[in-house]
């Protein structure tokens, strides 16, 4: 039976839904968008003036119902009515604009991810000098990494989160965002690596070992930096002395025992490379001595 990182007394993680909701730090590092105009006041959004029955309300008043809706009543999805229709009766004015973002953060809220993505990608692209277009990025990647799903699917959605991420890091790396983009970056490769760890395990209990390599590479060249990267040289060292390959079976236990001296998965893989015959001993043309070369380990 082939262990997976669980064995280790791993916390587990990625084998589960990373979908961790940050609702109330969300909406406390949400952009200061609830600007109350004029005399309007929270104790009159809801007023009966004849005017108010017209076709057409006055944009702040719109916008001051929308947060009134979303904040005092809970109500995001009424909100979202709110927000968007400051949008449709005032288009041009900075009321639309941060009704727009607002209206992103609704749907985020209502798990109506897709709408909510369309907002922000919106927002982004018809207000990039603005200064909360670095929350609209954020909320764009928050929206896919609310929906990655557990390892034994597809993991388009976690790719897709990433690579959001990585814009607010890449055009906003001063922002407040930068930081909680990273934290959910660090998680979704964590994620992607144990879908890695999944299918070469289950190619190793097929006694499919070149395929098992393979998928331990990618582990290894890719997210050596994630809580997977032990076992998968672990395992490379197994597979290969499986093969026969010895070379690169020292190499895979030198490797782990020089990086990661007391991991466990080393001394399984010490007892391997020993049960052979051999010592752990590194070979400096290995990929895996490469691998680990390039990123300053080993």
């Known amino acids: 039976m082939i262990r997976n990182s669980s064995d280790r ?34 104790s009159n959004l809801f007023g009966s003036n004849d ?31 709110k927000f968007e229709e400051v949008d449709r009766q005032h288009p041009y004015s900075d009321w639309a604009r941060k009704s727009l973002l607002m209206t992103a953060y609704s749907y985020y809220e209502t798990k109506q991810y897709e709408e909510a993505i369309g907002a922000a990608k919106r927002y982004v692209s018809m207000h990039p000098g603005s200064p909360d277009v670095a929350y609209a990025q954020y909320l764009i990647g928050a929206s896919h990494y609310d929906q990655i799903p557990d390892v034994t699917r597809d993991q388009t959605r976690t790719e897709r989160a990433i690579q959001a991420l990585e814009e607010v890091i890449r055009k906003y790396p001063t922002s407040e965002y930068a930081q909680q983009a990273r934290k959910k970056i660090e998680v979704g490769r964590d994620h ?43 395992r490379l060292t197994e597979c290969y002395m499986m093969l026969g390959i010895a070379n690169e079976a020292q190499t895979a236990a030198a490797v782990l025992g020089h990086n990661f001296p007391d991991s466990p998965w080393y001394k399984d893989a010490y007892r391997l490379v020993k049960g052979g015959g051999f010592e752990p001993s590194e070979n400096k043309g290995s990929w895996i001595s490469r691998a680990f070369k390039k990123v300053g380990l080993g």
């Open 9 to 42: 007394g791993s916390s587990g993680r990625s084998s589960r839904h990373p979908q961790r909701r940050e609702r109330g730090r969300l909406l406390a590092i949400l952009p200061l968008l609830i600007l109350l105009a004029g005399c309007s006041s929270l």
């Open 51 to 81: 005017d108010d029955m017209g076709p057409e309300l006055p944009a702040d008043k719109l916008y001051n119902e929308g947060v009134y809706l979303l904040n005092e009543k809970g109500s995001a999805k009424e909100a979202v009515k």
């Open 192 to 234: 992607l690596a144990a879908k890695e760890m999944a299918v070469a395990r289950y190619y190793m209990e097929k006694k499919n070992f070149i395929g098992a390599i393979n998928r331990f590479k990618v582990v290894v060249t890719q997210y050596q930096t994630t809580r997977h990267v032990e076992e998968a040289l672990m």
